[in-house]
């Protein structure tokens, strides 16, 4: 997600520079790495939902290039008919290795914003426990922004960060309570 967000700052930013016709120009705060992080994280943190394919791809969940299948029944076709057509040449896509992430400091900006949700009572206690992780992941934990990340760096994190909170007892009551209940629980 961060990947797309950065993509569609660097378009909208190349876009502006075309308009006015500048070339080289100081990088606005859109286009810094916590731009991408800042969005992603309002949408995950929030548990943004799409309610139609259309909405998921301005979201950002699927990537403009990704189908969509309006008829139900073609789901499976269109499925299987994209899968043979990707198999055909397939070449891995080559993972990004030069990704900069704003660090310490931008998740102590996101830790921030969800203390002062917190205090307006728009956040539980729990979801602070669950953004403050978020905001390891997106923030590329200890990694400050001058230091070049990989995906598999940040898939690594990830994975880490996911596993202590699948340990809390909050995270099980919430999984189990969504199991039963089929609703989010806000503990």
């Not at 876009?15 to 070339?23: E, L, R, V, W």
């Not at 949408?43 to 791809?57: N, Q």
């Not at 602070?128 to 598999?152: I, N, Q, R």
């Not at 202590?164 to 806000?186: D, Q, S, V, Y």
């Amino acid at each position: 997600m961060i990947l797309r967000f950065q993509e569609k700052e660097k378009e909208k930013f190349a876009a502006d520079m075309a308009k006015i016709g500048k070339k080289n120009i100081w990088i606005s705060p859109d286009t810094t790495p916590m731009g991408a992080v800042r969005k992603a994280f309002e949408v995950i943190g929030t548990a943004t939902v799409a309610k139609s394919a259309f909405e998921a791809k301005e979201i950002g969940y699927f990537r403009e290039s990704d189908g969509i299948t309006m008829n139900r029944d073609r789901l499976l076709f269109d499925a299987k008919k994209r899968a043979l057509a990707l198999a055909k040449d397939y070449q891995p896509p080559l993972k990004r290795e030069d990704i900069r992430l704003p660090g310490p400091t931008g998740k102590l900006a996101l830790d921030m914003a969800v203390k002062d949700l917190q205090k307006s009572g728009k956040a539980t206690p729990y979801d602070g426990v669950v953004c403050e992780v978020l905001a390891t992941v997106l923030s590329g934990g200890k990694h400050d922004y001058t230091e070049k990340l990989t995906e598999d760096a940040i898939l690594k994190l990830e994975v880490s960060e996911f596993s202590k909170l699948l340990r809390n007892e909050g995270t099980m009551a919430r999984i189990e309570h969504m199991l039963e209940n089929g609703k989010p629980l806000r503990n």
